[in-house]
């Protein structure tokens, strides 16, 4: 593990404080007691974002998420954090510009789960990883002009952070074709295919390493992969039958071509679930970030998380 850097980031904001993600952030980074933290919410929200009972203050912005509105809720802060879905790609472009021009030394877009959005294959199955390789590129841009100008504004940098499937969430939700209640699972492949995939709180976990670390080169203006752990299917239907000391049913084996080939067609046509299958069947069969360049699991301190405890806290908790 790298020593620790002296920190550099201390105010950070974060939008999308509320979902199921930025919940959890919000909860780590004040939690960490490294951050003063800031949310920043729209002017319609009627949310009030607290921590253990203590209210976490707030910042609003127009409901449009203009650039002005963006720039002077983000002035004086170190970093912005961004942790709500990419409904609006053009708001998270002015996400990233607002925090240029206001100065911001760090921000982590909402990249992270559930597949690499550089990878080509992804980007032609689901617009969504087009979406936030824009956002990437933009923010490349503006760290490379902020470099070259000289100003003040010189220190901008961003880091992206890929995580892989939500785990807990998706055992929850049956995103993961884990199906809780009837003790069912569906496989890709016959289930082998190790892959990726990080708890909410392991992604909240990173995005504070990643702000402690943010004098540390290697966690600026670059892509991160991190995980709680990397498994097969196989290796959670086996872990989910000692949970719940019942043997489960395989309902269904796909053919992981002819699923994404079936619900490509379904999405194509407007199937708005079909393009969750198609995230859910790229993250599983292209999701392995271990060996891959940028895999941070060192550089962050972070070790991967037991499966089966994981596991049990689910089904105790679905």
Known sequence: MPPLITMAIKKVALIGATGNLGSVILEALVSSGSFEVTVVQRESSQSKPSVAG???????????????????????????????????????????????????????????????????????????????????????????????????????????????????????????HFQLAART??????????????????????????????????????????????????????ALERATGAEWRVANRYDSGEFIREHKAKADAGDKEAIEELVFAQGAIDGNWEGREGFAMELLGLDNEDLDEVVRRVVASP
């Open 54 to 176: 203590t209210a976490v203050p707030v910042k609003t912005v127009d409901n449009d998420l203009s650039l002005g509105s963006l720039q002077a809720a983000f002035a004086g802060q170190d970093a912005v954090v961004v942790s709500f879905p990419l409904r609006d790609p053009a708001a998270h472009l002015r996400i990233a510009d607002a925090a240029a021009a206001a100065g911001v030394s760090r921000v982590i877009p909402a990249d992270y789960g559930s597949c690499d959005s550089g990878s080509a294959r992804a980007q032609e199955l689901v617009p969504l990883f087009k979406h936030k390789t824009a956002v990437r590129e933009r923010l490349q841009a503006l760290s490379a002009a902020a470099e070259g100008s000289g100003s003040s504004s010189s220190s901008f940098s961003w880091t992206s952070l890929v995580t892989g499937h939500f785990f807990d969430w998706g055992l929850r939700k049956d995103f993961l």
């Open 185 to 238: 699972a569906d496989l890709l492949d016959g289930g082998a295919a190790r892959s990726s995939t990080a708890t909410l709180a392991r992604i909240a976990e990173a995005v504070v390493r990643v702000l402690q670390r943010a004098d540390d080169p290697r966690t600026r203006n670059r892509v991160l992969f991190v995980q709680s752990f990397c498994v097969s299917q196989l290796d959670v239907l086996r």
